[in-house]
C-alpha cells in the first residue's frame, strides 16, 4: 500500500502556542489530501480537505483561521493550529489517496496536548 | 440519525471463533466501501474495500448490500492479533474523495 508520513508524532505546547503538523505522501503525489481529528473513544472527523496550490475546504464547524492547512507540493501538507487551547488536545491524523484510487491511507498520526 | 452506523461492541470471542459485524449506512449515492483496523492509539489501516459481489482475503470476507445499504464483515478463525477496532467506511457519494467513518465496532479476542 501507500505510504504517508506524518511529523511530529506527538507534542505537547502551552495554551496561546502555535503548532504545525506536516503530512508527506512517500511514494505517491498527492493533489488532495485530507486532516481528520480523533477524540478518545470517538471515530475520526473530518476537518478539512487540503487541496494543492489552491486553498483548503472546511468541514462546517471548522474554524479555517484557527486550522490554517498548507499544501504546496504534490508531496506535503501541513496543518498549523493557531493559539492553542486545551479543547484542542486530540489525536490530528492526515490521509491521501494515490491517484485513480479511492481508498485513504493514513499517516501515523499526531497526538497534541495543550497545557 | 448517524450517516454510518455501527454496533460499537465490544465483541469478547475465543480464539478460533467466527465473528461478523455489521454496518449500515445512510447515503445512497455512496459508492465506494471499506473496512478499515485501527489498534489502540494508532492510525486506522485498510483492511479491504468491499464490492456489490463480496470479497475475501484470507480470514476475511466482506459483503454489500446496495438495496439494504448494509454492509459486512466476517472473520473466521480468530486469532489474538485480530483484536482491534474495525471501521466501516464510506464515500460521501461525491468526487471529492471525502469518507465518512463509523464509530467503529470493538473486537477482544481472548485465548
Known amino acids: 500500500g501507500a505510504v504517508v508520513s506524518q511529523h511530529p508524532s506527538w507534542v505537547i505546547c502551552k495554551s496561546g502556542t502555535s503548532v504545525k503538523i506536516e503530512c508527506r505522501s512517500l511514494d505517491f503525489q498527492a493533489t488532495t489530501m485530507f486532516w481528520y481529528r480523533q477524540f478518545p473513544k470517538q471515530s475520526l472527523m473530518l476537518m478539512a480537505t487540503s487541496n494543492e496550490g489552491s486553498k483548503a475546504t472546511y468541514e462546517q464547524g471548522v474554524e479555517k483561521d484557527k486550522f490554517l492547512i498548507n499544501h504546496a507540493s504534490l508531496t506535503l501538507s501541513t496543518l498549523t493550529v493557531t493559539s492553542a487551547h486545551p479543547e484542542d488536545s486530540s489525536f490530528y491524523i492526515c490521509?491521501?489517496?494515490?491517484?485513480?484510487?479511492?481508498?485513504?491511507?493514513f499517516g501515523p498520526g499526531t497526538r497534541l496536548t495543550v497545557t | 440519525r448517524k450517516e454510518v452506523e455501527q454496533d460499537p461492541g465490544p465483541f469478547n470471542v475465543p480464539e478460533g471463533a467466527t465473528v461478523a459485524f455489521n454496518c449500515t449506512y445512510s447515503?445512497?449515492?455512496?459508492?465506494?466501501f471499506f473496512w478499515y483496523r485501527q489498534d489502540c492509539r494508532k492510525e486506522p489501516k485498510l483492511l479491504m474495500s468491499v464490492y456489490s459481489s463480496g470479497n475475501e482475503d484470507g480470514r476475511f470476507t466482506a459483503q454489500l448490500n446496495r438495496a439494504s445499504q448494509y454492509i459486512s464483515l466476517l472473520i473466521r478463525d480468530s486469532k489474538l492479533s485480530d483484536s482491534a477496532t474495525y471501521l466501516c467506511v464510506v464515500n460521501f457519494g461525491d468526487n471529492t474523495g471525502k469518507l465518512i467513518f463509523g464509530q467503529g465496532t470493538t473486537l477482544q479476542v481472548k485465548p
Open positions: 447515503n445512497s449515492a455512496s459508492q465506494s
Open positions: 490521509s491521501a489517496s494515490p491517484p485513480a484510487a479511492y481508498e485513504q491511507y
